[in-house]
């Protein structure tokens, strides 16, 4: 399993703004965040599939998150707008290989180590 390198993050208030980013330097067929508060499961946050460049969101992130990714920096980015305190979580980077549910964490092969996303009131 090959860990991709997260940074950003950090404490900031409701309102704020972040932008977290991954790099990702292999010929992976997507990317993804998912987010995990504490006593809660892993959630899907956003995915980006390269070949066609289609995104997908969670429901509660929908307008105010968004993922992209710079080719030439092998890069991946989740900008973080308009922050809630139940945004609050470690966020962790993902990448796959092949096709499949965007939104499952099962379907991704390599991970970041995640990083701390606070929002406070």
């Known amino acids: 399993q090959v860990y991709l390198a997260q940074s950003g993050g950090g404490l900031v208030q409701a309102g704020d703004s972040l932008r977290l980013s991954c790099v990702a330097p292999?010929?992976?067929?997507?990317t993804a965040w998912f987010r995990q508060a504490p006593g809660k499961a892993r959630e899907f946050v956003a995915a980006?599939?390269?070949?066609?460049?289609?995104?997908y969101y969670n429901d509660r992130v929908k307008g105010r998150f968004a993922i992209s990714r710079d080719n030439a920096k092998n890069t991946v980015y989740l900008q973080m707008n308009s922050l809630k305190p139940e945004d609050s979580a470690e966020y962790y980077c993902?990448?796959?290989?092949?096709?499949?549910?965007?939104?499952?964490?099962?379907?991704?092969?390599?991970w970041g180590l995640g990083t701390q996303v606070t929002v406070s009131s």
């Open positions: 980006l599939t390269w070949t066609t460049g289609n995104t």
């Open positions: 993902a990448a796959r290989w092949n096709a499949g549910r965007a939104d499952v964490a099962l379907e991704y092969n390599d």
């Open positions: 292999g010929r992976y067929y997507g």
